[in-house]
């Protein structure tokens, strides 16, 4: 395998800016973020983009294989590196406040590669699949252990059974006020209805007094 | 969900990198979170390593850290090591996310709330 002995780092160029359309205001102060998290192929990544004012963008991250530091470990060469992707959009919401989309799939083990992908976010949006309702249930256990607010978004597929929401609710173990609502990730209005109901549900946790 | 490992892509060797111990700026690296906005305070110079100078060109405009992260296609914790080099050669200005223990914030929702409104 090809390692440089030096600190370099090893990229494919040319490098590519940003496109004149996505670039931000140079107001632009502070930045936001919201978890789309998953399952496989239950619709973040259109999601995503149905929102986002860029074209979805990717960021990686490698794994060693043991898990290791690469720092830790001088015989790199030994070892064999995964590469896992996370599709990101963006929503400019004022001149210096941007919002931030990260896609991520379930497993705890991927959040951890990106360091610190729920610190300081917003919240989340559980987007699930009613015929793999049980993927969720690990990802909303994780979640609930972290004290990271979120809600439920189901997406509909045309071959997923559609339940009442008080079954679900049931299904997912949800307490009452989590919101669960429906959704077609495809559809741009359905998406920013979902970010909405997220938004209005931590505007009631600023509020624990409300009647 | 049944067999993960076939959604992950074989890591291409050309692909990885080696950092060496004792590169500077950790701390700055450790602070520097997927929405940190980063903005250039210095030109380009030819005799930069040309990630550093992709990154002064890119963020002549606020950029986050996952943004560039995108556009030069390298992995976060590269990303973060280029950027944290930059940052203690005061080359760019780094602009922190909202710190968590201020959330939620209720104006900070609302702004939100607002500015999806008009999605
Ligand atoms: N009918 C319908 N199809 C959808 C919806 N959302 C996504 N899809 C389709 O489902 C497929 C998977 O969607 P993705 O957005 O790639 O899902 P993902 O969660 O990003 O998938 P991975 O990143 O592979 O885990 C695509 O073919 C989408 O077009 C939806 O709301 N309704
Ligand atoms: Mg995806």
Not at chain 1, 45 to 60: D, H, K, Q, Y
Request: charge should be negative; aromatic fraction near 6%; glycine fraction near 8%.
């Amino acid at each position: 395998m090809d390692f440089k002995s030096s600190d370099t780092v090893v990229a494919p160029g040319p490098f590519a800016g940003p496109r004149s359309e996505d670039i931000l205001p140079a107001s632009a102060a502070t930045a936001v973020k919201v978890v789309i998290v998953g399952g496989f192929g239950v619709g973040k990544t259109t999601l995503v983009g149905a929102v986002s004012e860029i074209r979805p963008l990717t960021t990686e991250e490698t794994m060693t294989q043991a898990g290791a530091d690469v720092d830790d470990n001088a015989g790199v060469e030994r070892k064999t590196a995964t590469t896992v992707a996370m599709d990101f959009g963006r929503i400019s919401i004022n001149d210096e406040l941007v919002l931030y989309l990260f896609g991520t799939p379930g497993q705890q083990r991927f959040w951890f590669l990106w360091n610190g992908l729920f610190e300081g976010a917003l919240g989340a949006v559980v987007l699930v699949d009613t015929r793999r309702l049980e993927v969720s249930f690990d990802v909303i256990g994780r979640l609930e252990e972290r004290g990271v607010p979120f809600v439920v978004a189901v997406n509909t597929f045309p071959e997923s059974p559609s339940y009442p929401v008080e079954e679900l609710r049931a299904a997912l173990d949800l307490p009452a006020e989590v919101p669960i609502v429906g959704c077609d990730a495809r559809r741009r209005e359905s998406g920013r209805d979902v970010l909405m109901s997220l938004m209005r549900y931590l505007y009631s946790l600023t509020n624990p007094e409300r009647p | 969900m049944s067999d993960p490992d076939q959604e992950w892509d074989e890591g291409d060797p050309e692909r990885l990198y080696v950092i060496t111990r004792g590169r500077g700026g950790l701390s700055q690296r450790a602070a520097l979170d997927l929405v940190t906005l980063i903005v250039a305070r210095a030109e380009p110079h030819p005799s930069m390593q040309p990630e550093h100078a992709a990154i002064l060109r890119m963020c002549h405009y606020p950029l986050s850290v996952a943004e560039v992260s995108a556009y030069l296609r390298l992995p976060m914790s590269a990303t973060t090591v280029l950027i944290a080099d930059l940052l203690a050669d005061k080359r760019v200005e780094a602009r922190a996310p909202v710190p968590k223990a201020l959330l939620p914030d209720r104006a900070l929702i609302e702004a939100v709330m607002h500015g999806l409104q008009k999605l």
